[in-house]
T-cell receptor
Framework: EAQVTQNPRYLITVTGKKLTVTCSQNMNHEYMSWYRQDPGLGLRQIYYSMNVEVTDKGDVPEGYKVSRKEKRNFPLILESPSPNQTSLYFCASSLGARGNEQFFGPGTRLTVL | GENVEQHPSTLSVQEGDSAVIKCTYS??????FPWYKQELGKRPQLIID?????GEKKDQRIAVTLNKTAKHFSLHITETQPEDSAVYFC?????????????FGTGTLLAVQP
């Protein structure tokens, strides 16, 4: 089944404790992206990747890192999480960047205490 | 950079009525405009999209219109049903270079009353 998976789905952590949210897709998509969703703010792009080893900042990259060592995986890293990073995170992938449907993962609910 | 504004933030309609959600964008280079539906507790899913070389697109009860001159696009849902209740997001994407980002609107909570 074609899908985007994320892990963990729920995470409660404390300020400063490094964490990684994994994202994997099995559709051989080139383009992958991370979003955060906050009430009243919609979906805001954190980072995106056009292909392996090619990443770029979205609109809210501060406090986040990403890597794209393999085509299927695009982990989101929070080196030192803070409470303002409490949010719902979605990973998404698409065949390319130019007007292709983005397929979203199930979401990761992160709470930073 | 691109900015997308979406209105209204909430919309309540009676079952069977039509619903219209409007979005404006700022970057005239944007050329792809998708609409996503997000049911409660679920992931966003694409319901319809339109490219800048087309003025209107329909898929059964949903349609999207695009006015490039005015830089706005709208989602139209006819004969609404309770299962249409969800949050709807519009988005706009530029073309090439630094405009490969997909910028979303802030969402519209649509409630269809039975």
């Amino acid at each position: 089944e074609a899908q985007v998976t994320q892990n963990p789905r729920y995470l409660i952590t404390v300020t400063g404790k490094k964490l990684t949210v994994t994202c994997s897709q099995n559709m051989n998509h080139e383009y992958m992206s991370w979003y955060r969703q906050d009430p009243g703010l919609g979906l805001r792009q954190i980072y995106y990747s056009m292909n392996v080893e090619v990443t770029d900042k979205g609109d809210v990259p501060e406090g986040y890192k990403v890597s794209r060592k393999e085509k299927r995986n695009f982990p989101l890293i929070l080196e030192s999480p803070s409470p303002n990073q409490t949010s719902l995170y979605f990973c998404a992938s698409s065949l390319g960047a130019r007007g292709n449907e983005q397929f979203f993962g199930p979401g990761t609910r992160l709470t930073v205490l | 950079g691109e900015n997308v504004e979406q209105h209204p933030s909430t919309l309540s309609v009676q079952e069977g009525d039509s619903a219209v959600i409007k979005c404006t964008y700022s970057d005239s280079a944007s050329n792809y405009f998708p609409w996503y539906k997000q049911e409660l507790g679920k992931r966003p899913q694409l319901i319809i999209d339109i490219r800048s070389n087309v003025g209107e697109k329909k898929d059964q009860r949903i349609a999207v219109t695009l006015n490039k001159t005015a830089k706005h696009f709208s989602l139209h849902i006819t004969e609404t049903q309770p299962e249409d209740s969800a949050v709807y997001f519009c988005a706009a994407r530029g073309y090439g270079g630094a405009t490969n980002k997909l910028i979303f609107g802030t969402g519209t909570l649509l409630a269809v009353q039975p």
